[in-house]
């Protein structure tokens, strides 16, 4: 399966934030969709990812201060990408080897959505169970 389809079955909406935007603004965010990271964007595109595991790591290290700092100060800005074209199974091996849980998906330099580690698993399930059923049916059936 490609992530063209993932994104077809999730929707391509991806929660965006500006790299001066402060980590509070961005913790409100992440609350209030309700997900685990966001894409950095600037006016080049795409800057960086940041991950509530950034937060909580900048935290501990810095304390409370942390709140009022520009999201460009804890950023990740290496950021592993995709295209559409590209395949599950090799999304899954991006994000082993780099330890990633979500990966921006690009078309040139244009941000057209994000994949999750959860995409991955749910999308990896479904077929699993296609194959079952499909299996079932032939043993069932010959």
Same mark, same amino acid.
């Given at each position: 399966?490609?992530?063209?389809?993932?994104?077809?079955? =999730? *929707? $391509?909406?991806?929660?965006?934030?500006?790299?001066?935007?402060?980590?509070?603004?961005?913790? +409100? *965010?992440?609350?209030?969709?309700?997900? *685990? +990271?966001?894409?950095?964007?600037?006016?080049?595109?795409?800057? *960086?990812?940041?991950?509530?595991?950034?937060?909580?790591?900048?935290?501990?290290?810095?304390?409370?201060?942390?709140?009022?700092?520009?999201?460009?100060?804890?950023?990740?800005?290496?950021? $592993?990408?995709?295209?559409?074209?590209?395949?599950?199974?090799?999304?899954?091996? !991006?994000?082993?080897?780099?330890?990633?849980?979500?990966?921006?998906? !690009?078309?040139?330099? =244009?941000?057209?959505?994000?994949?999750?580690?959860?995409?991955?698993? =749910?999308?990896?399930?479904?077929? !699993?169970? +296609?194959?079952?059923?499909? !299996?079932?049916?032939?043993?069932?059936?010959?």
């Amino acid at each position: 399966m490609r992530i063209a389809d993932v994104l077809r079955n =999730k *929707g $391509a909406a991806v929660t965006t934030i500006n790299a001066e935007a402060t980590v509070a603004e961005l913790l +409100a *965010g992440l609350a209030e969709q309700n997900i *685990g +990271a966001m894409v950095v964007v600037g006016d080049e595109g795409v800057v *960086g990812i940041v991950s509530e595991r950034d937060v909580v790591r900048q935290l501990h290290t810095h304390g409370g201060s942390v709140l009022t700092r520009p999201v460009s100060t804890i950023m990740t800005t290496m950021v $592993a990408t995709c295209t559409k074209s590209d395949t599950v199974d090799e999304i899954s091996a !991006l994000m082993t080897t780099n330890r990633v849980r979500h990966v921006p998906v !690009l078309d040139g330099k =244009k941000l057209i959505g994000i994949v999750s580690i959860g995409d991955v698993v =749910k999308t990896r399930m479904e077929e !699993l169970e +296609a194959e079952q059923e499909q !299996l079932h049916s032939y043993i069932t059936q010959g």
